[in-house]
């Protein structure tokens, strides 16, 4: 418990210090994740929320659901299903039907992953493939870990997002954990790039 509120003390401090940065937005991203395990097939649902302009309107919301399996012993598949809202964009909504690869290498308690993820938008028919590399180190109570993930749009558009990440999953329970990062949001917007610093808090229970 004492790294949650250290953790939660430090996320507070970058709060207040980016808040003083008027340049670059601040969002704040909350998430509920659910997993259930059946030998090596998975079952999995998200809902998350994410807000912008320094926190304080919500830039968008989507739930999803999905099915996964262990093909090895490092690498695993999943398909689902998203639904998006975006009170930022004048209350638009876009369904997305995702494609996910997932490969783990593993040393110790060091290991290292890629991700490549498939985006379809089911209304307007357009996909982004995702790239994600991750890097974490597990202790008893907690995993920190560095993660960086880049958007690619395709048809002309080519970088469409950059993620960085800087975070922890800490053990609350033999079921769940509570996921705490930093991360520093780059997109381009009208031929410039802006930015934005997200704070995020997730919770992940495993059935």
């Given at each position: 418990m004492k790294r949650i509120f250290l953790f939660i003390a430090i996320l507070f401090a970058a709060c207040t210090a980016l808040r003083a940065q008027s340049e670059s937005d601040l969002g704040l991203w909350s998430s509920i994740h659910v997993n259930k395990g059946w030998s090596d097939a998975y079952a999995f649902a998200r809902v998350e929320h994410r807000s912008y302009e320094q926190m304080s309107a919500t830039d968008c919301w989507f739930a999803l659901a999905g099915?996964?399996?262990?093909?090895?012993?490092?690498?695993?598949?999943?398909?689902?299903?998203?639904?998006?809202?975006?009170?930022?964009?004048?209350?638009?909504?876009?369904?997305?039907?995702?494609?996910?690869?997932?490969?783990?290498?593993?040393?110790?308690?060091?290991?290292?992953?890629?991700?490549?993820?498939?985006?379809?938008k089911l209304d307007s028919l357009t996909g982004t493939m995702r790239t994600r590399l991750r890097a974490q180190y597990g202790f008893s109570a907690c995993t920190p870990y560095v993660m960086y993930e880049f958007f690619n749009g395709f048809s002309g558009k080519g970088w469409v997002r950059s993620l960085h990440y800087f975070g922890t999953e800490i053990k609350v329970s033999k079921h769940s954990t509570v996921d705490l990062f930093y991360m520093y949001n780059l997109y381009p917007t009208g031929g410039a790039t802006a930015s934005c610093h997200v704070l995020g808090a997730g919770y992940v229970l495993s059935l």
């Open positions: 099915v996964g399996y262990k093909l090895t012993d490092w690498l695993k598949a999943d398909l689902s299903c998203e639904h998006w809202e975006l009170p930022s964009s004048g209350d638009a909504s876009f369904h997305k039907a995702v494609a996910c690869v997932n490969g783990t290498l593993k040393s110790g308690a060091l290991a290292v992953s890629v991700r490549e993820k498939y985006e379809l």
